[in-house]
């Protein structure tokens, strides 16, 4: 069997999620992890695990069908996208809603001018959710979609929080309200003003020595597109309470659709997740996702695409005959 061969950029939570992940795909090798740091500092899950430093990156074009990277939305992926994408396929977690068209126009003139397939915005959601609210709206037409997470920590979010001037380090967690989920499920389709009547933000957050913490927590709560639009609590506590309380990497969240069939038949459609660990179920429908890329750079696709563009049967690496017989 011929094997796809994976590329991880860049090695925090999510990246050792898709090592963890490629170990457990028998038609997928991994060729390379690659770090901005010294190589020979990383500890990986699995001591067989070859790292290599990024500058090293572009001598191995031909070594790997598919690089997955695993940077930041905030700051690493706008620019390490359409530079690593101008070398490999690729596949990315980029999660700024907001940003997401922006983003996904620089992929793909960049994928284009190199001949090479990314994929943008893959995980759960955008990714999974993504998914479900297209095919929810598709078949309940007369209807609202509604999406809630957690509570769970978010990966993208703490990343964002951890990157401000004075924090040495945070997590931040995701709370819908209740009586938002149960009006939904309830089919009373209620119309909400905006996101602050849906979920809101809880921050724990440990200072770097002398920092202003009043400055922090302001820098916070008035960051664009991840913080204003919630409501938002941020705590500040010590590194040992974070180490002790804080060490696990739960989330999960559903996408419903609420709608009528006819005038007195109301329909609900829910598609749900809880996770043990964000980043490593995140990794999984990344390494899923690369087989697809994989597959349809083979076909010669070229550009960029979304999980909206891929079909669900490229993700396994069962056959046809395998899908009709057991899955179907």
């Known amino acids: 069997m011929e094997k796809i061969r994976i590329g991880i950029y860049g090695y925090g939570n999510l990246g050792k999620g898709v090592e963890i992940a490629v170990k457990s ?27 290599f430093n990024v500058v090293d990156a572009p001598k191995m074009k031909e070594e790997i069908d598919v690089m997955i990277l695993c940077g930041g939305s905030a700051t690493d992926l706008p620019v390490q996208g359409p ?7 690729t596949v990315d977690s980029f999660d700024t809603h907001a940003k997401v068209p922006e983003y996904f126009a620089s992929m793909d003139e960049a994928a284009k001018k190199a001949n090479t ?49 004075g924090v040495k380090n945070a997590v931040q967690y995701t709370v819908p309200y209740d009586e938002a989920v149960r009006k939904v499920r309830n089919g009373e389709n209620p119309e909400f003003s905006s996101v602050r009547e849906v979920m809101w933000r809880e921050c724990f957050v440990v200072l770097e020595d002398g920092a202003d913490a009043e400055k922090v927590e302001k820098d916070i709560k008035e960051m664009p597109n991840y913080f204003e639009p919630y409501n938002t609590v941020v705590h500040f506590i010590s590194e040992a309470e974070l180490k002790e309380n804080h060490f696990g990497m739960p989330h999960g969240g559903f996408v419903l659709r609420s709608g009528k069939t006819s005038e007195n038949v109301n329909q609900v459609a829910e ?22 890329i994989a597959k349809m750079r083979k076909q010669g696709t070229t550009g960029a695409v979304t999980v909206l563009d891929v079909p669900v049967s490229l993700l396994s690496n069962k056959s046809r005959d395998e899908l009709l017989k057991n899955i179907l």
Not at 28 to 44: A, H, N, Q, V, Y
Not at 83 to 89: G, K, P, R, W
Not at 132 to 147: C, H, K, Q, S, T
Not at 274 to 292: I, M
């Open 25 to 51: 795909n028998p038609d997928m090798e991994l060729k390379g992890i690659f770090t901005r740091r010294d190589p020979s500092s990383l500890k990986t899950v699995y001591s067989d695990s070859p790292v």
């Open 83 to 89: 530079e690593v994408c101008s070398m490999f396929n």
């Open 117 to 165: 397939l990314a994929l943008i915005s893959c995980g759960w959601d955008p990714g999974l959710f993504s998914v479900n609210r297209a095919l929810f709206d598709a078949i309940l037409p007369n209807g609202e979609n509604y999406v809630f997470y957690g509570r769970g920590l978010s990966q993208g979010h703490s990343d964002a929080i951890r990157r401000l001037n």
């Open 271 to 292: 598609f749900s997740l809880k996770l043990d660990s964000n980043p490593e179920f995140t990794a999984s429908v990344l390494v899923a996702y690369a087989r697809a």
